[in-house]
């Protein structure tokens, strides 16, 4: 694999998720709702750092990994969906949605922001990080799921969030480095978010696997390839 990530990185930042959430929303401390948490990773990493942190998925069974990677029970698990939170109104500091907001359906998008703003407490913030279309991952995945209209229709919702209460206050594009074991790790990965995608990505697998090698960097581990991915990150007030 080629030596790309050192030379895309010069274009912004590289840093984590959450190294970005921590300096955009200083969760230690807070109550922080993580919507769409996925394997919990982020839940996990604001709970080391000193956050009440909240786990949200839409089903028990999407919430499983979460769960079974925290046997301490230090986090907060809850089964529900961003359009209708299942918590009381003014109950956390943060809503956080870390590369969820684009699978909330378009028609959705003003519901949920809405949703986000009901459950802030006073000087609350909303959290969102959304992946550009754009960079080495986003060339990998979109050979599976380009995710288009969706990534915009999560955009333009941010840009029109006056109606949800809701003003952007903040803006900082960042890259990340994204770690894939291997062509089976990005199938499960991807096939995780929606079950639909596990036909197209078998279809495609030796385009798949010829742009694993050829974008990747080799990471650590045994056939890990590491990728740039350009993130957006926004923050949100709750409107004056
Ligand atoms: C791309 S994954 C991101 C997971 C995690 N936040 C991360 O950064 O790794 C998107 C997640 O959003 C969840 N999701 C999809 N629709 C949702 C909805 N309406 N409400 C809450 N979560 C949703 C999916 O189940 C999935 O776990």
């Given at each position: ?129 959304e ?20 990534r915009e229709?999560a955009q333009a919702?941010l840009a ?81």
């Amino acid at each position: 694999m080629v030596d790309r990530l050192n030379r895309q990185a010069v274009r912004r930042e590289q840093t984590t998720d959450v190294s970005m959430l921590e300096r955009l929303v200083a969760p230690d401390g807070k109550d922080v709702l993580d919507i769409g948490c996925g394997g919990g990773a982020l839940v996990r990493e604001l709970a080391c750092r000193g956050a009440r942190a909240i786990g949200l998925e839409v089903s028990q069974q999407q919430l499983g990994p979460a769960l079974a990677r925290d046997p301490d029970g230090r986090a907060r698990y809850l089964v529900g969906r961003a359009q209708a939170l299942p918590l009381p109104d003014a109950s956390v500091d943060v809503a956080v949605f870390m590369r969820t907001l684009h699978h909330v359906p378009p028609a959705d998008l003003r519901l949920t922001l809405a949703e986000a703003r009901r459950v802030l407490r006073p000087g609350g913030a909303v959290y969102v990080a959304e992946p550009l279309a754009e960079g080495d991952f986003f060339a990998l995945t979109s050979l599976v799921d380009a995710e288009l209209e969706v990534r915009e229709a999560a955009q333009a919702a941010l840009a029109a969030a006056g109606p949800a209460g809701l003003d952007r206050v903040t803006t900082v594009d960042y890259d990340v480095r994204v770690s894939v074991p291997g062509l089976a790790g990005l199938r499960a990965r991807m096939v995780s978010v929606d079950p639909a995608r596990a036909a197209a990505f078998d279809a495609r697998k030796a385009r798949l696997a010829e742009a694993f090698e050829r974008l990747g960097e080799d990471g650590e581990g045994e056939g890990e390839g590491c990728f740039l991915q350009p993130m957006r990150a926004d923050v949100l007030r709750a409107s004056a």
